[in-house]
């Protein structure tokens, strides 16, 4: 049975084992270096001054996470949120993406964010290291792409493009 809680500081180690393949692995994260715990630690804290920070646990192993973030620190934008969702490698296509997006809009409408953003890499060419999996799981979940940035990213030796997404809760 799936439970969905919300992140604690001391959930840093967890979310860092899921988190570190992506970078590894995928150009799914600009990122090219995995974060340390302490630095997890340091961002699950300050997402929690603001936003949700959910995980989706089973048996007591943290499976999945999803999370928040400003899309611009300036009052007038505190309307939106850019979200975020990492699923345990071998936990993927269990549907815990979907389960926790659903969780964490709602309790977004209920803070009243009525905008929602979602960033995600897509590859230019053939690139091993990038699937469609991300612009597919968002298009399922009511997300248009609003935006792209060209070959602005670049990993693995191969460029992507930054796309945006867009779903907005209340007209």
Wanted: proline share 5%; with cysteine.
């Amino acid at each position: 049975m799936i439970e969905l809680r919300s992140a604690t500081v001391e959930d840093a180690a967890a979310i860092r084992e899921i988190y570190a393949p992506y970078v590894l692995h995928t150009s799914v994260t600009f990122e090219r270096e995995v974060p340390t715990v302490e630095e997890f630690r340091r961002r699950i804290a300050h997402t929690l001054e603001r936003f949700p920070y959910l995980l989706a646990v089973e048996d007591g192993e943290v499976l999945a996470y999803c999370y928040a973030s400003p899309v611009n620190e300036r009052p007038s934008a505190w309307l939106s949120a850019q979200l975020s969702v990492y699923v345990r490698q071998d936990c993927r296509g269990r549907g815990l993406g979907r389960l926790l997006y659903t969780e964490l809009e709602r309790l977004l409408r209920q803070q009243g964010i009525t905008n929602l953003y979602a960033l995600v890499a897509a590859p230019v060419g053939e690139n091993p290291h990038l699937t469609m999996d991300s612009p597919r799981f968002h298009a399922a979940m009511g997300y248009t792409e609003v935006g792209r940035l060209h070959r602005c990213g670049e990993k693995f030796g191969l460029r992507m493009d930054l796309t945006y997404w867009e779903k907005i809760l209340e007209e």
